[in-house]
């Protein structure tokens, strides 16, 4: 199991409201008692638990800034995005390839939205893999199930042509998302606290025709 030294974890745990260490505290007690629980819980490391645990007030932060200073044509891209309703995963398949597209909020400039670039989800027979194809900066990783309507995904940063280190490398390129599936073929991923430039990072997909 991966784990960041205990220093390092009491540093990441002081930015987080003590009501909001749920899921560092199940991954601590999961450890404590010996389970071995084939979940989220068994890879994920602290920091990324505690980004996941205070993800409502870190989006919510994220949105106040980019409607505050974002321009017009971007903020109603968010707003639009906002409005979409959650939907179940059941049946639905993210394997294929897709169009996505990265929106910035909160941060360095108040909100960007990018242009679209290529992502590939897969399977390897352990469950769906996500890799985006195109653009310097890129993402692969793994999903996992939180509920019926939101996933976990757990992934690596990487600029091409560089090779994706693997999740647990450390800070610099881990990354943790919540999954949303909000259209009848579209989805989108939620990264609370990224490492560069931004409060919140959005990524959205649809389905190459």
Known sequence: MRRIFLPA???GLSTVPVSAQSLVQEKLDMERAGFEKDTVMQDITYRDAARLDAYERIRAEAVKQAKTGGAAPDVAILEEIEQR????FEEFDLTGDWE?????????VPLV???????????????????????????????FTDSDNRLIYLGSYFVSPDRPPSYGSGRDSDQVAY????RD???????????RESVLDILEFRRLP
């Open 85 to 88: 309703d959650q939907r179940s």
């Open 113 to 143: 939205v990018y242009d679209w670039f290529r992502c590939k989800v897969s399977d390897d027979g352990a469950g769906w893999v996500l890799e985006k194809l195109t653009g310097s900066q890129r993402t692969k990783g793994r999903f």
């Open 100 to 108: 996505c597209r990265t929106i910035k909020a909160g941060g360095l």
């Open 179 to 182: 999954v949303f599936r909000d």
């Open 9 to 11: 974890l009491v540093i």
């Open 185 to 195: 073929d579209g989805w989108r991923m939620e990264f609370p606290a990224p490492q």
